[in-house]
């Protein structure tokens, strides 16, 4: 595992640090005053997000040819060599998923009867709990290996080596990914148990729990996004995309909250079969799933946005 890096990067032993901030206790921003005059500033979440893994194709290539292949970033979708461009997908596609088996539950008439519409639905929450557990990993492995280090012409440099695990408590940067994939483990256990039930291979054991604790750490971790974009708690930048990241994921998160709390004693998913309260599952998840698409979707543009933040610094 290694041990913990300090916050912020290696910068020229000529520059200065000028200030630092962030959501207490923790250091989202640190500023820096070169020898020539000009400021440099570091930024957790736009660092790592323009500043993250790629392959060794996107290594070698200008960082200014990705940012003039397109001057406007939100005209920009194509960029598999990034890891955060995987990271966007994967959730995006996970969120569709969980979209469709929310919106199947609505008809159970299309399926020809509740069993085959809970097969279904069941199917789409496994595969699309399965794809947001990847998407997390990408991104407690993007917080692990962002670029460490600055040049004197303010150009990042790559760790010497990748890391596949590590625990650094004294980052934002590692808590937020790490909360979320806690998260979306327990949503694999509540999805894999509920599946296996409906085909009478797995028993139904704490599912409305499971379900409504992964909701809650799909929350904490979202509020800590945020924080992290805006640089304190209960700070907002209408003009900060990776704000609106944040805000849309803090809206999932309550969603699917909501469409958990009904479900006591059975699954929180919109299978549960208790009249009470179901048409408030099917739809806390429905609408959880539009906002968890609509902030993974986002993640794509403020992919090129710090791209070319960090080519025009440099």
């Keep these: ?168 408590p004294g980052k934002l940067s590692f808590w937020t990914p790490f909360v979320l994939l806690i998260g979306s483990l327990t949503f694999n256990y509540e999805t894999t148990f509920a599946v296996g039930a409906k085909f009478e291979l797995l028993p139904k054991a704490g599912l409305w729990w499971t379900s409504l604790i992964g909701s809650v750490l799909f929350l904490v971790s979202s509020l800590l996004q945020l924080a992290e974009a805006g640089h304190g708690y209960l700070k907002f930048d209408p003009r900060d995309v990776s704000c609106w990241v944040g805000l849309l994921f803090v809206l999932g998160s309550i969603g699917f909250i909501v469409g958990s709390l009904p479900g006591f004693p059975d699954t929180g998913f919109p299978t549960a079969e208790n009249p009470a309260g179901a048409s408030i599952v099917k739809v806390g998840f429905l609408a959880g799933g539009v906002a968890f698409l609509l902030g993974s979707y986002l993640m794509l543009p403020e992919l090129f946005i710090q791209l070319r933040s960090r080519d025009r610094r440099s």
């Design 1 to 168: 595992m290694g041990t913990e890096r300090p916050v912020g990067p290696n910068v020229p032993r000529a520059w200065e640090r000028a200030g630092s901030g962030g959501p207490r206790p923790f250091t989202s921003w640190i500023s820096y005053r070169r020898p020539q005059g000009t400021c440099y500033l570091w930024e957790s979440r736009h660092s790592r997000k323009g500043a993250g893994p790629v392959t060794a194709t996107g290594r070698a290539a200008p960082h200014t040819a990705e940012a003039e292949s397109s001057p406007n970033p939100w005209l920009q979708l194509w960029a598999p060599q990034r890891l955060a461009w995987w990271i966007a997908l994967i959730f995006l596609v996970g969120s569709l998923l969980f979209i469709a088996g929310a919106a199947g539950s609505l008809a159970p008439s299309a399926f020809g009867g509740q069993h085959r519409m809970a097969i279904y639905a069941e199917s789409c929450y496994f595969l699309g709990a399965l794809l947001y557990t990847v998407s997390v990993y990408g991104q407690v492995f993007e917080s692990l290996n962002a670029d460490d280090r600055v040049g004197p012409d303010g150009a990042t440099h790559a760790p010497h080596r990748y890391r596949w695990f590590g625990f650094e």
